[in-house]
Nanobody, 114 residues
Framework: QVQLVESGGGLVQPGGSLRLSCAASGNIFSIYVMGWYRQAPGKQRELVATITSDYSTVYAGSLKGRFTISRDSAKDTVYLQMNSLEPEDTAVYYC????????WGRGTQVTVSS
């Protein structure tokens, strides 16, 4: 069984920064892709960024330049550095892992507000 544990969410003022972490554990055979998605109230879940086993990255076009995804393969952990946060970034951020199957974390709340 695979578990994903997200951390690092919280309340931040506009223009601030947060760093999210997602640690994978359990019966992980081979990680192909790890990534972050988000879901704002009343909206569909959307891609934020993904990173593959060879460190190739994909970003939602509107977020590239403010958000940076990275991973520590030795720790099976993926990070999301979020800078210049805006109120529109308020959402629940979910970690996703593709490794044989597809797995989701429970999400971490990010609220950007003054």
């Amino acid at each position: 069984q695979v578990q994903l544990v997200e951390s690092g969410g919280g309340l931040v003022q506009p223009g601030g920064s947060l760093r999210l972490s997602c640690a994978a554990s359990g019966n992980i055979f081979s990680i192909y892709v790890m990534g972050w998605y988000r879901q704002a109230p009343g909206k569909q879940r959307e891609l934020v960024a993904t990173i593959t086993s060879d460190y190739s990255t994909v970003y939602a076009g509107s977020l590239k330049g403010r958000f940076t995804i990275s991973r520590d393969s030795a720790k099976d952990t993926v990070y999301l550095q979020m800078n210049s946060l805006e109120p529109e970034d308020t959402a629940v951020y979910y970690c996703k892992l593709v490794a044989g199957g597809t797995y989701w974390g429970r999400g971490t709340q990010v609220t950007v507000s003054s």
